[in-house]
């Protein structure tokens, strides 16, 4: 586990020292195709965009419709943990918390989302309603669409 883990760590470090999204396709790809890569450490690194539809109904948005492709240009594997997800998304929730009750290993195709998983939504501040996309670009996190917000009971 430790080796996986300095293994997706270099890889995700020669795609951002690389510059462009070819060549850091090119230093993903890297990675032993067996090792796939945390999404948390793809959604921050800038090689995966994170697609959100608010499941309506619920009035707290605690279910979520997320899919995920790859930015690189080439397939990359991601891992979704059975535990919590955090995603820095900036405006309009600072952090966007996600939860999955089951271990995933994602294939993602560039240019072309995966089927949607439900997730669970959680935290306090969340997306109530709307459609978004995220994805974070020279380390910055980055939003498009549109999203209603609001405070819900822990």
Do not use: C
């Not at 995700?12 to 195709?33: I, N």
């Not at 800038?46 to 619920?58: D, I, K, L, R, T």
């Not at 271990?103 to 969340?126: F, H, M, S, V, W």
């Amino acid at each position: 586990m430790a080796m996986h883990r300095i293994v997706t760590t270099l890889a995700l470090a020669g795609w951002l020292a690389a510059g462009s999204v070819g060549a850091r396709a090119d230093a993903v790809s890297a990675a032993p195709s067996n090792a796939p890569v945390p999404i948390t450490d793809a959604y921050a690194s800038g090689a995966v965009e994170v697609s959100v539809y608010v499941v309506p109904g619920y009035g707290d948005g605690r279910k979520l419709r997320v899919a995920f492709k790859s930015r690189t240009g080439t397939p990359l594997r991601v891992r979704i943990p059975a535990s919590a997800i955090a995603l820095d998304v900036g405006e309009p929730i600072p952090t966007l918390y996600l939860y999955s009750t089951a271990a995933r290993t994602l294939t993602l195709a560039p240019g072309k989302y995966t089927d949607p998983l439900d997730l669970e939504q959680t935290g306090t501040l969340r997306a109530l309603d709307g459609t978004f996309w995220l994805y974070v670009d020279n380390g910055k996190p980055q939003f498009r669409g549109r999203a209603t917000t609001g405070q819900v009971a822990p």
